[in-house]
């Protein structure tokens, strides 16, 4: 038995750094909790005590962990999967009896490069199941809380009624975008030579505040936009035929592996990182086959980001 862990140590340090990992940031893993920053803070350096290491550094305006952090970052996730799964058992839904339609809205930033792995692992688990997948739209939020759409799949945070639930998964992290043979290839990729490049950005409507950290961090960093679109294929195509610079997510990034050459600067590591999320209505969360959803959807985001940022 795990003496030290059930009696002197406290769970609920691992619950704080687990989402300090997942945000990189102290004040998005607080609003999560719903705690302070003051008592994050708090559990944090607890933690650190207890593993006598720093666990995070500051690195520009996000936290980079450690390399004990990343591997107890990588251990607890599938561990907070077996805990879920044992204290609430989807056991009650049968997905080879199911065989009703299933509805799935993603974004347009993430259905190229999920939706492909998401559609064949339920096509394989659910035989008997339809299975819709929708672009999100305006009218998505509408359609997830009036139950018209089963889950959604965006990014993090959302501007939702208290009809919807948003369940954050993980953080995708940024990369850089150029096209084959792009000059800056024929050097180190420093913030300097960044600096001699226009740059382009892909723009996630529902995120203003997202979009405006991101402004200010390139603004930190003497850099602007020169271009940005929330029409991913056409931002593509002209960083394909430019020397336009492109800061793009993993996952949008790793739909363009014989296009684009794929770049993440050690200094840009942990900037413009953007989270993703599953939204489904506050009812269904509680429904059997909704938390069977859940938890598969959850297995193939986490892999898809681990993937695409490999």
Not at 85 to 108: M, Q, R
Not at 150 to 168: C, E, V
Not at 214 to 227: I, W
Request: net charge neutral; with cysteine.
């Amino acid at each position: 038995m795990p003496n030290r862990l059930l009696g002197q140590f406290n769970l609920n340090l691992l619950k704080a750094f687990y989402f300090v990992y997942q945000y990189r940031n102290i004040t998005k893993a607080a609003k999560h909790l719903n705690m302070t920053q003051g008592a994050v803070s708090k559990a944090l350096n607890k933690l650190r005590l207890e593993m006598d290491d720093p666990l995070f550094v500051i690195t520009g305006k996000t936290l980079a962990p450690t390399s004990r952090a990343e591997r107890l970052g990588e251990q607890i996730e599938p561990l907070l999967n077996s805990l879920e799964e044992y204290c609430f058992p989807s056991e009650l839904f049968d997905p080879l009896l199911f065989t009703d339609t299933i509805k799935i809205a993603l974004s347009g930033g993430l259905i190229d490069s999920i939706s492909p792995s998401l559609v064949s692992k339920l096509h394989r688990l659910l035989p008997k199941a339809q299975i819709k997948i929708h672009h999100w739209s305006q009218a998505t939020l509408a359609e997830l809380e009036n139950g018209n759409i089963d889950i959604g799949i965006n990014h993090y945070p959302l501007p939702i009624s208290k009809g919807i639930r948003q369940l954050m998964v993980t953080q995708d992290p940024a990369c850089f975008l150029m096209r084959q043979g792009h000059p800056i290839l024929e050097q180190e990729i420093t913030l300097e030579e960044v600096s001699h490049y226009q740059m382009a950005g892909i723009i996630i409507p529902e995120l203003t505040e997202y979009q405006a950290i991101v402004q200010t961090e390139l603004k930190s960093l003497g850099l602007k936009f020169a271009l940005r679109s929330e029409h991913i294929a056409s931002l593509f195509k002209t960083v394909a035929e430019s020397d336009l610079l492109l800061i793009s997510t993993g996952l949008a990034a790793s739909t363009q592996t014989e296009n684009l050459h794929k770049e993440i600067p050690e200094w840009a590591k942990g900037r413009f990182s953007v989270s993703v999320a599953i939204y489904l209505q506050q009812i269904k969360s509680q429904n059997p086959m909704h938390q069977w959803l859940v938890k598969h959807i959850k297995q193939v985001i986490l892999t898809c980001v681990k993937q695409a940022n490999i």
